[in-house]
């Protein structure tokens, strides 16, 4: 079965540092996409960002960024200053470019609880 | 912005019943899913149907059935609901025109059945 991993299944971080969360992935593919989710307690899930394996360059969004390391199949995610806000539970989450009735089907990891301490 | 609205965010039936969840979307997406979210487990997806009657098994379809009669709606049906079926189910929709399109998910059904 092609998976994907979140191997932390909580983290915490103070108001203002910096988080790493961590994400592997297991595909025979070589054109795939990559998501971050974040999932705020009792709120809609939401994307936070989304990488393509064909780019090289790692995508950022304002203070989210990833570390994509395509031969590791790693995907992590960045939080800079991190805010009480960004406490959630985060998902990471890998799609497929297979074509068919594939398109849009995410495999999703098992969830990393992150609290931001002030 | 994109809407997924889920028909109920507290459900709670007995064992036995058929249940009827219900999800509608508003951007004209082809693609939903229906998925249950279990602390662990993360997000695993029951079915998901790419255009109106049309429909795939995910991982865990035992159990459930589901209905896309229209393009904006899809339920999902607990055919004889059991107490291992309790659970957060969360209905999502995105466009099928490649991988990279991302899923849009609405606020969740708390199901529990007792």
């Known amino acids: 079965a092609q998976t994907v991993t979140q191997s932390q299944p909580e983290m915490s971080v103070q108001e203002a540092e910096t988080v790493t969360l961590s994400c592997t992935y297991d595909?025979?593919?070589?054109?795939?996409?990559l998501f971050w989710y974040k999932q705020p307690p009792s709120r809609q899930m939401i994307l936070v960002i989304r990488?393509?394996?064909?780019?090289?360059q790692n995508a950022t969004e304002n203070r989210f960024s990833v570390n994509f390391q395509k031969a590791a199949k790693s995907f992590s995610l960045k939080i800079s200053d991190s805010q009480l806000g960004d406490a959630a539970m985060y998902f990471c989450?890998?799609?497929?470019?297979?074509?068919?009735?594939?398109?849009?089907?995410?495999?999703f990891g098992q969830g990393t609880i992150l609290t931001v301490h002030p | 912005d994109v809407k997924v609205t889920q028909s109920s965010r507290y459900l709670v039936k007995r064992t036995g019943e058929k249940v009827f969840l219900e999800c509608v979307q508003d951007?004209?997406?082809?693609?939903m899913f229906w998925y249950r979210q279990d602390p662990g487990l993360g997000l695993r997806l029951i079915y998901f149907?790419?255009?109106?009657?049309?429909?795939e098994k995910g991982d865990i379809p035992e159990g459930y059935s589901v209905s896309r009669e229209k393009k904006e709606r899809f339920s999902l049906i607990l055919e004889s609901a059991s107490t291992n079926q309790t659970s957060m189910y969360l209905c999502?929709?995105?466009?099928?025109?490649?991988?990279?399109?991302?899923?849009?998910f609405g606020d969740g059904t708390r199901l529990s059945i007792l």
């Open positions: 595909t025979s593919e070589s054109d795939y996409y």
């Open positions: 951007m004209d997406h082809e693609n």
């Open positions: 989450a890998r799609g497929l470019n297979a074509g068919g009735t594939s398109y849009g089907k995410l495999t």
């Open positions: 999502a929709s995105s466009f099928r025109r490649s991988g990279n399109q991302p899923q849009h």
């Open positions: 149907s790419y255009d109106v009657k049309m429909k």
């Open positions: 990488q393509e394996a064909y780019k090289q």
